[in-house]
């Protein structure tokens, strides 16, 4: 639990500091883990709409069913054994991950899919159907995780809803999302780490269509507002938001933002809120830049990161 749970700060890493002195590395360092905890919860909230998503490119070009699509295009997105089965009568897909790597995921061989999850489309055949409303529904099947740095965590969430807001437009909306791992203490005691977990996420997509090819060469543009606890950070209730949206591409990682971006987040214990941490990636306006400089401002000090 000790590589997923509270990162020890730049002090810990000193290859991830750029440019700034030891004295101003120690006073980011709080923010940096802050920052950290914040944008890998948002990659646990974010993985149901990804998994929806692949399963929308799969609809869309098995022209109306996922298990129709090319086989090559099926283990990009899922693996070879994942199985899809759509109840007629609910609307629902019911995804089966075995816990196998995706190959479309090379660079995150860790980032793997466990167990089950469904997806009611609510009548509607694609999230590109104008005014289309997706639901992940976690009470039908508790039994999702994903797999970090070799520890399983758990997904649920109360609400979960995924809806078409125009032309390659979408918003989520996410209720008490609970990402959970068991860690065991030095006294053989374990304890779940949860997170609790609560906002919504706008998506764009810069242009094409929900096909493979087009959104591998698209540029998706993510604005975010959220509010709770964290698994890296149980303890501390946070606000974060991102006044200028992170962007992402396909063809990156999907940990790390590309091109330009800023978030803000704040502690609930703190009162006057002083000590905010700014985490401002340096990729400026240019299309995939896979792995931007990301510049942490917190207590009036800055220190430039490269952030894996």
């Known amino acids: 639990m000790n590589k997923l749970l509270l990162l020890a700060g730049c002090m810990a890493i000193f290859s991830s500091c750029l440019k700034n002195d030891y004295f101003e590395r120690t006073q980011t360092a709080m923010g940096y883990n802050i920052y950290v905890s914040v944008r890998k919860q948002n990659v646990m909230t974010m993985d149901p709409f990804n998994v929806a998503f692949r399963l929308n490119t799969l609809i869309e070009e098995g022209n109306g069913d996922p298990n129709q699509a090319p086989d090559s295009i099926k283990r990009l997105l899922c693996t070879a054994e994942t199985t899809i089965a759509f109840d007629e009568a609910t609307g629902t897909y019911t995804l089966t991950y075995t816990g196998s790597p995706t190959e479309g995921d090379t660079d995150n061989k860790d980032f793997i899919r466990k167990g089950t999850i469904c997806i009611k489309t609510n009548g509607y055949t694609t999230l590109g159907s104008p005014s289309a409303q997706w639901e992940i529904d976690f009470n039908t099947a508790p039994t999702y995780s994903i797999f970090s740095n070799g520890d399983e965590i758990k997904l649920t969430a109360s609400s979960y ?13 996410v ?9 065991t203490s030095s006294d053989g005691t374990t304890v779940d780490y949860k997170s609790n977990w609560n906002g919504s996420y706008q998506i764009s997509q810069s242009a094409g269509t929900q096909k493979l090819s087009d959104i591998q060469n698209a540029i998706f543009t993510i604005n975010s507002s959220n509010n709770g606890t964290t698994m890296y950070y149980p303890a501390d209730n946070m606000t974060a938001s991102t006044p200028t949206p992170f962007k992402y591409t396909p063809l990156c990682s999907i940990f790390v933002p590309v091109g330009d971006g800023k978030m803000i987040i704040f502690l609930s214990n703190d009162a ?3 000590n905010y941490t700014e985490a401002q990636l340096l990729g400026g306006s240019e299309t995939h830049v896979c792995n931007p400089k990301t510049q942490i401002s917190y207590g009036g000090y800055v220190t430039e990161y490269l952030i894996q």
């Open 161 to 173: 809803t995924i809806n078409n807001t125009g032309d390659n437009s979408w918003s989520v909306y």
């Open 175 to 183: 209720s008490q999302f609970v990402s959970s791992v068991p860690s």
């Open 272 to 274: 006057n809120l002083e």
